[in-house]
Every structure is written in C-alpha cells, then in structure tokens.
C-alpha cells in the first residue's frame, strides 16, 4: 500500500511515499510492520498557518476539482511547534456522502514526522460546510486520543461552498 506524503519546500510540493512495507513470507512472530515516512524539510520553506483562512488557502490546492464535487476525501495537515507545515497527508477518499477515519493511522502518521500540532479536513461532495454530529464526534475522539502525545488538534476545516472551521465556530 503507498500512499502520498508531502512537503513544502518554497513554493512546490515534494511528495513522498508512506510505505508499509510488504515482506517476504514470514511467520507472524518474525516482523512487524511499521509506518516509514521520508523527511527532509527546510524550516525556513514551510507555510505557517497562523488563522483557518491560512489553512484553507494551503488545503484547498490539494483538493482535485473534478473530485471534491464527487466523493468526500479527508486530509491531515501536519504541522510543528510553531504551526509550521511539515506536510499533509490524503488519509482517505470515501463515497460522495462518507469516508472512513482511523484515528489510529491519523496519529500514527503525526508520531512518525514529529508534528506537534494537526489540522483536519475533509468535504462534503454536498456544498454544504455544517459540520454533523458525527463529525463533531469524531473530531473530539481525535483532539483527545492526540491529546496523550502532546499533539493538538487546532482545527477542522468542512470544505464546500466556501469553508467552515470547527476551532472558529468554538466546537473544539
């Protein structure tokens, strides 16, 4: 399975592969299999979101046009202490009216490249930007599972006709 890993590095995105490694036939007690994240990023060339609307204006970009009026996709954003991008993951593309979360997978990621501080994202195919209660749900599971690491989660972004911010609204 490989999924895309990103960061910024001045105005381009560099991607890089999460791989979980498939190894030769093995008895279950031989390996285990871990996350590997390639990271090598330049301090200095990260955005730094600093509002919802920096957040937006770096997530947006990311999100195909021929696919966010289709199916709903969820996106982390891994930041550093100083709320500095290091990268983003697509953590899922689901139907145009579900995807499924891993918290686990979520936070995972987030321990593999060091990121002190998470933004979710995810849209709705709808238009619509209200966050439902499930969402809300899942969003307090998350800052509070990310919570034991000392990663905090500022913010959910509902992408559609516009944007709506879960930290902004005072959900989180």
Do not use: W
Request: net charge negative; aromatic share 8%.
């Amino acid at each position: 399975m490989n999924d895309i890993f990103t960061l910024y590095r001045g105005d381009s995105l560099y991607h890089y592969l999460i791989h979980i490694p498939e190894y030769p036939k093995q008895t279950p007690m031989d390996t285990i299999s871990e996350i590997q994240v390639s990271y090598h990023p330049k301090k200095a060339d990260r955005p730094q979101i600093k509002s919802s609307q920096d957040a937006f204006e770096v997530i947006k970009p990311l999100y195909s046009e021929d696919i966010l009026q289709y199916k709903e996709i969820f996106m982390v954003l891994y930041l550093n202490r100083a709320s500095r991008v290091i990268g983003y993951h697509e953590h899922s593309i689901g139907s145009d009216t579900s995807t499924v979360v891993s918290v686990k997978q979520i936070l995972a990621i987030a321990l593999k490249v060091n990121a002190c501080n998470i933004i979710l994202t995810h849209n709705h195919p709808s238009g619509s930007t209200k966050p439902s209660k499930p969402v809300i749900e899942l969003t307090k599971r998350i800052k509070e599972a990310a919570r034991f690491f000392d990663i905090d989660v500022l913010d959910h972004l509902i992408i559609g006709d516009g944007y709506c911010s879960m930290a902004d609204m005072g959900v989180l």
